[in-house]
């Protein structure tokens, strides 16, 4: 298996700008975890999945942030408008069980 | 407030030595604990599950120990290696679906 994977891997755009991450877990997962990380805040849980059913969104900073999950192979987040600061790394992470296994992250800036 | 706390400092320790990394936490009752590690650049890598129902568990060289009266547990790589330097991350399952709360992590430098 070739783990999880996340697109793009850097992403640089303007304030305003829409960006959209995208993810796919690890065939058999049925959890799906979006996770944002800075050197001030650590990592942080925006939103997690279950069975493609979003199941705590409550670590979504505001109504910028949406998250979707379409089908068991893919979820997106998408940033409208991004703003300087939500520049960060954006994790995708899947589980079947209480292991999760990351992706390599997306490197976000916004100018 | 419910908070995990891992010291923010980097520990610096010799090849060879034994370190231990520390996981205190506050109004949590995890069901589990786990360890990850992190290395520049890349997304966290699991290494151990412990549960609230256990005291030990071993891994090669790698020993976690969870106190629940304490809220801690306690993370040991013996006789480290330099290859060992990277962050490592505490993470407290409360077993609902699988969501975890992540401690900010602790860098590890093993000089040779």
């Known amino acids: 298996d070739a783990g999880v994977i996340q697109s793009p891997r850097h992403e640089v755009t303007e304030m305003g700008q829409e960006v959209t991450l995208r993810c796919k877990p690890i065939s058999g997962h049925n959890s799906l975890f979006w996770y944002r990380q800075t050197m001030m805040r650590g990592l942080e849980l925006l939103i997690y999945?279950?069975?493609?059913?979003?199941?705590?969104d409550s670590g979504m900073p505001e109504d910028r942030f949406s998250a979707k999950m379409p089908n068991a192979s893919f979820s997106t987040l998408k940033i409208q408008p991004s703003e300087p600061r939500d520049s960060a790394v954006y994790f995708c992470?899947?589980?079947?069980?209480?292991?999760?296994?990351f992706g390599p992250g997306t490197r976000l800036l916004v100018l | 407030s419910q908070k995990i706390e891992q010291n923010s400092e980097a520990l610096n320790i010799q090849e060879g030595k034994t370190a231990t990394l520390t996981c205190n936490y506050t109004?949590?009752?995890?069901?589990?604990l786990q360890w990850y590690r992190q290395d520049p650049g890349r997304g966290p890598v699991f290494l151990l599950l412990i549960r609230e129902n256990e005291k030990e568990k071993r891994k090669e060289r790698l020993k976690v120990t969870f106190d629940t009266t304490l809220k801690q547990s306690l993370f040991h790589i013996t006789a480290s290696q330099p290859a060992d330097s990277a962050t490592y991350l505490c993470?407290?399952?409360?077993?609902?679906?699988?969501?975890?709360?992540f401690g900010s992590g602790t860098k590890l430098n093993v000089k040779p």
């Open positions: 993470a407290l399952g409360l077993g609902n679906f699988n969501k975890f709360y």
């Open positions: 999945f279950n069975n493609n059913v979003p199941i705590d």
């Open positions: 992470a899947s589980s079947f069980q209480e292991t999760q296994y």
């Open positions: 109004n949590y009752s995890p069901a589990y």
